[in-house]
């Protein structure tokens, strides 16, 4: 999965990414983007990994983020380009200032604007392209698609114009595919992050109005900490007062805050998390670990992961004790989940 850091020239989207992923910022790098992982840390795995001492050791989900070039306030006339390096992005974060005392509401709001902006300059292309092909000799039935395309087009253009996410039109799967190659900004999965200049209190309730899942953390303060010997930063956390639990809560928040979960599979060989969507039957996910298992599924033996704990973490005793079930193609994967896929190769 690759995350977008995105939001205006300046609002902390460099920082954010050193922070999360621990790779400077390249300047060369800036007009394209750059890409660095971080693993999802994850205490079941890391439990599980002490018991079973895997012999080819211990693989985390892990996000990509993506730093972009900030949008400019008043140039405006390369944010559109600006924000094209995001068309492969599975979900945006957007990263607002809060450590210069402007108005956060605000601020997500006119970014909002601009993803909006940017969506419909792509949109309206495409439907003045539409419509001078219907001017042209096209076999009927091409000129038929073209219209329902148009049709579909033409109502997220009214949408964006009306200053709304396309989101809100629940689009029909017809709808959906046919303008899945245009890749819209709004209707990528999208989180807020405060870069916070303090720790203190909970969000503003009018940014928390615009984006109820928002999250935050004092950047700057966690990386000065994060140089500090354990003792000291004990010290100055109590001190300065900060109560967010840090990176790994983030990317913790930023992972299941895009609708992704993992499942686990697990032994002396090698203990692995597998990310996968939220909802995701075992069929789909499977193939995750590799599109044969997909392919020839046969079932999945699957251990939910607060049952595997109580079992000391030994399948046998799940089996005797009927917690490891025998799960077809439809079974909805949950997060914990432990799994060992049966497939025909
Ligand atoms: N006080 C304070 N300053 C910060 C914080 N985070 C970032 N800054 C400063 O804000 C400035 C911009 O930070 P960057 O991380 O480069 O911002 P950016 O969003 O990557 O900027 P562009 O790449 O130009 O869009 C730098 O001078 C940072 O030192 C913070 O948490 N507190
Ligand atoms: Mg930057």
Redesign the pocket.
């Known amino acids: 999965m690759k995350i977008g850091?995105v939001?205006?020239?300046?609002?902390?989207?460099?920082?954010?990414?050193?922070w999360l992923t621990g790779e400077a910022?390249d300047p060369s790098k800036?007009q394209q983007g750059q890409v660095a992982m971080a693993d999802l840390p994850d205490e079941r795995l890391d439990k599980m990994s002490v018991f079973f001492k895997p012999k080819k050791g211990t693989k985390h989900a892990a996000i990509a983020f993506l730093?972009?070039?900030?949008?400019m306030v008043d140039e405006r006339k390369d944010n559109a380009r600006r924000l094209g390096i995001l068309r492969e992005a599975n979900g945006l974060l957007v990263?607002l200032?809060?450590?210069?005392g402007g108005n956060l509401a605000e601020q997500l709001a006119k970014f909002r604007e601009e993803l909006i902006y940017a969506d419909l300059e792509i949109i309206t292309n495409r439907i003045d392209k539409l419509i001078s092909q219907q001017k042209k000799t096209k076999p009927a039935k091409e000129k038929e698609l073209d219209l329902a395309e148009l049709e579909s087009l033409k109502k997220i253009q009214a949408a964006l114009e009306a200053g709304q996410s396309p989101r809100s039109l629940s689009l029909r799967s017809e709808e959906e595919k046919l303008i899945r190659s245009m890749q819209l900004l709004t209707l990528k999965p999208e989180m807020v992050f405060v870069?916070?200049?303090d720790a203190q209190g909970p969000l503003p309730a009018d940014l928390l109005a615009l984006a109820p899942k928002a999250i935050g953390a004092?950047?700057?303060?966690?990386?000065e900490l994060a140089e500090l010997d354990e003792e000291s930063r004990a010290v100055f956390a109590a001190e300065l007062g900060i109560t967010s639990s840090g990176r790994g809560q983030t990317i913790h928040d930023i992972f299941y805050g895009m609708g992704r979960i993992v499942f686990f599979t697990v032994g002396e060989d090698e203990c692995r998390a597998w990310a996968i969507d939220k909802d995701t039957p075992a069929v789909e996910a499977s193939g995750a670990i590799h599109t044969d298992l997909s392919k020839g599924f046969v079932r999945a033996n699957v251990m939910g992961y607060p049952d595997f704990l109580a079992a000391g973490y030994e399948e046998k005793h799940c089996k005797t004790g009927g917690t490891l079930r025998q799960e077809s193609k439809e079974y909805i994967v949950k997060d914990g989940d432990i799994m060992h896929i049966l497939a025909n190769r």
């Open positions: 850091l939001g205006f020239s300046g609002s902390g989207k460099s920082t954010v990414f050193q910022p800036v730093d972009t070039p900030g949008l990263v200032d809060g450590f210069s870069n916070r200049g004092p950047v700057q303060l966690e990386k």
